[in-house]
């Protein structure tokens, strides 16, 4: 099983990336799907979720700038970051939890400059 993000990068405050994640070795659409992000000195926070039947969740933090969407036929789930604010700026990982065990993917960093 593997996790793979992509589409991180430097934006100005105020701009948007839409980053992805793509599952291999899993049927993907039977597992809910979860975007964390890790700032520079600080712990691993969850930011949302979506599950298998396609419901969505967010951290109140990013309520109204994240949206969280997958696409069970390509086998991927994506994090629109919309109005990107410079306490963005962090390691976004995908993750889901396979057969009782955590499967998280290399991180995509985000830096947002202000």
């Known amino acids: 099983v593997q996790l793979q993000a992509s589409g991180g990068g430097l934006v100005q405050a105020g701009g948007s990336l839409r980053l992805s994640c793509k599952a291999s070795g899993i049927n993907f659409r039977l597992y809910d799907m979860n975007w964390y992000r890790q700032p520079p000195g600080k712990q691993r926070e969850w930011v949302a979720g979506?599950?298998?039947?396609?419901?969505?969740n967010y951290v109140d933090a990013v309520k109204g700038r994240f949206t969280v969407s997958r696409d069970n036929v390509r086998r991927m789930s994506s994090l629109q970051i919309d109005r990107l604010r410079p306490e963005d700026t962090a390691l976004y990982f995908c993750?889901?939890?396979?057969?009782?065990?955590?499967?998280w993917g290399r991180g995509t960093l985000v830096t947002v400059s202000s």
């Open positions: 993750h889901t939890r396979y057969s009782g065990t955590d499967v």
């Open positions: 979506i599950t298998s039947g396609g419901s969505s």
